[in-house]
T-cell receptor, first 112, second 115 residues
Framework: DQQVKQNSPSLSVQEGRISILNCDYT??????FLWYKKYPAEGPTFLIS?????DKNEDGRFTVFLNKSAKHLSLHIVPSQPGDSAVYFC???????????FGAGTRLTVKP | DGGITQSPKYLFRKEGQNVTLSCEQN?????MYWYRQDPGQGLRLIYY???????QKGDIAEGYSVSREKKESFPLTVTSAQKNPTAFYLC??????????????FGNGTRLTVT
């Protein structure tokens, strides 16, 4: 039962260009969404989040967009840097549930 | 520095043996979690604990056990009943499960290989 899906296992972009990572969810009870970044042999680290009352949240080079009607969110990284190369996990949580659901991750490679 | 420490980083066991993975945090967080990561899959919740001496099963608790005797510690035991124990295990914590904007803080994980 994958309630959070990241359909692209990998993405490769050129340094300086925009990276767009996508995430779809099925549970309409989700109202809080997060993106985590993971380097090899390390645990994920929190990157950015968005509440369902918003459709956009920005933090420096990172922007998350939420389209509730489509049950879709995306993470934009502009401009992309080689240090952004990592696996990005999308996660979602509902207000009445204590656990967080994760997607399978997208491996981003930013080429110099 | 505050953080979550998981040990060991790599663990090898023979099939049929129980093994305990350590997780310690000095963030003073109330809630702690164990997740499992397999290739091509998202992180799946095994167990979580909101307070000392209390814990709840996640989606894939079968074959696992936990304890929460201290706020700082949440060890996970992988028992011989777990059919596919080889995986990457991640421990996490958060200040309060009831706070919506409370992202999880993760440890660096333990890779368990059972042969």
């Amino acid at each position: 039962d994958q309630q959070v899906k990241q359909n692209s296992p990998s993405l490769s972009v050129q340094e300086g260009r925009i990276s767009i990572l996508n995430c779809d969810y099925t549970n309409s009870m989700f109202d809080y969404f997060l993106w985590y970044k993971k380097y090899p042999a390390e645990g994920p680290t929190f990157l950015i989040s968005i509440s369902s009352i918003k459709d956009k949240n920005e933090d420096g080079r990172f922007t998350v967009f939420l389209n509730k009607s489509a049950k879709h969110l995306s993470l934009h990284i502009v401009p992309s840097q080689p240090g952004d190369s990592a696996v990005y996990f999308c996660a979602a949580r509902s207000y009445n549930n204590n656990d967080m659901r994760f997607g399978a991750g997208t491996r981003l490679t930013v080429k110099p | 520095d505050g953080g979550i420490t998981q040990s060991p980083k790599y663990l090898f066991r023979k099939e049929g043996q129980n093994v305990t993975l350590s997780c310690e945090q000095n963030l003073n967080h109330d809630a702690m979690y164990w997740y499992r990561q397999d290739p091509g899959q998202g992180l799946r919740l095994i167990y979580y604990s909101q307070i000392v001496n209390d814990f709840q099963k996640g989606d894939i608790a079968e074959g696992y056990s936990v304890s929460r005797e201290k706020k700082e510690s949440f060890p996970l035991t992988v028992t011989s009943a777990q059919k596919n124990p080889t995986a990457f295990y991640l421990c996490a914590s958060s200040p309060d499960t009831d706070v919506l904007n409370s992202p999880l803080h993760f440890g660096n994980g333990t890779r368990l290989t059972v042969t």
